[in-house]
């Protein structure tokens, strides 16, 4: 009887603090063109995309925030959700894909994103009802908005959404700007896929574009080719050493590797510098 009450005691406190974590977030707009704006709060970066009487948003963050991220929308459109975009499966991106499905919402993803979500055991709420396998075109009134999967980047499932018109494009967790990136490796994510994704999205738009990160502050069309160089130096110098027979333990050890973009502040994110070593190191030699 102690242990069943413990339980439930640590499941209370668990959630309290969860609750309390979401409670103090506050969702921030900006605009970054006439009909696009990006939320901020906990969580993957939110885009909402305005067409007339129609609106794209791409990601929803945490149900929890669901109601405070309704608000900022309020702040910004009254008119309703035509399409959710999910960029990818994680649940900073997905989870409040029930709190904003509606008869009016149509969620749309990459087929993998389905996929992992139904295989998490997801309600069919939750679930993506239109999905792409390469590219799609979102039929808008006057807008050109594209969608086109990037193959074994950040996942096995990642999409990024170009906005024509509005010369805007939300690249998803396919760009974490002047950060380490997370390369889920076990949901299909690669260092090779990373940059090719990177490098696609760079070919796509141009130097006038901005750029929604995944996570980060609103980017340009320098930023990620910056990012880009940083990532195939990294990965070009662990594979060199990979080559010359150094071993795991003292790769991922070598702060030089990283040294000249750690100074910059790209490993104070989510993933610290060493962290990023071993990635690399995984995604090249698969162990």
């Given at each position: ?19 309390d974590r ?36 791409i ?25 959710l ?33 139904i ?33 074994n ?33 076990k ?7 990373y ?23 609103l ?69």
């Amino acid at each position: 009887m102690k242990n069943i009450l413990f339980v439930f005691a640590l499941l209370s406190i668990l959630n309290t603090g969860a609750q309390d974590r979401f409670a103090k977030v506050q969702i921030t707009s900006t605009e970054v063109s006439e009909n696009t704006f990006m939320l901020t709060g906990a969580g993957g970066n939110i885009m909402i995309a305005i067409d007339k009487e129609k609106v794209v948003m791409i990601d929803d963050q945490f149900a929890p925030l669901s109601d405070k991220i309704k608000d900022a929308i309020a702040g910004i459109t009254d008119y309703p959700i035509a399409y959710l975009i999910n960029t990818h499966h994680h649940g900073d991106h997905t989870g409040g894909n029930g709190n904003f499905n509606s008869k009016e919402t149509i969620i749309v993803a990459h087929v993998n994103v389905k996929e992992r979500l139904i295989a998490e055991g997801k309600e069919e709420n939750f679930i993506p009802e239109m999905t792409l396998e390469e590219e799609l075109e979102l039929q808008l009134p006057t807008q050109t908005c594209l969608l086109i999967h990037v193959h074994n980047a950040h996942t096995d499932g990642d999409t990024f959404i170009f906005f024509v018109q509005e010369n805007v494009v939300h690249m998803g967790d396919v760009f974490f700007n002047a950060k380490y990136p997370y390369i889920d490796l076990k949901s299909g994510g690669s260092i090779d896929g990373y940059i090719a994704a990177q490098e696609r999205v760079l070919s796509t738009i141009n130097e006038e574009t901005k750029i929604i990160p995944g996570h980060g502050t609103l980017a340009s069309y320098e930023d990620l080719r910056n990012n880009i160089e940083m990532l195939v130096d990294i990965k070009e110098n662990i594979a060199s050493k990979i080559k010359k027979g150094v071993s795991k333990e003292d790769i991922i050890a070598d702060k030089t590797i990283t040294a000249a973009y750690d100074a910059k502040g790209y490993g104070d994110g989510f993933i610290n510098a060493e962290r990023f070593r071993t990635t690399v190191y995984e995604s090249i030699t698969g162990q």
